[in-house]
């Protein structure tokens, strides 16, 4: 399954995790959860930042 980034609709994503991706063009980090599209930023000490909303999947 190929997974396209929801931000920028780039292919360049990879999983780091179970569930969890990552976009190499807008650099963020990005999961579905619960029907829900949850995105991150990941800050210079590599934590992950919660963007402000998530947006419901349709």
Excluded: H
Aim: hydrophobic content about 40%; glycine content about 10%; charged content about 15%.
């Amino acid at each position: 399954m190929i997974i396209k980034c929801p931000v920028c609709g780039g292919l360049q994503v990879g999983r780091v995790g179970s569930d969890q991706y990552y976009c190499w063009n807008c650099f963020l980090e990005f999961n579905f959860r619960k029907g829900m599209l949850n995105l991150y930023e990941v800050a210079e000490d590599g934590t992950l930042v919660a963007m402000e909303s998530s947006s419901q999947l349709i």
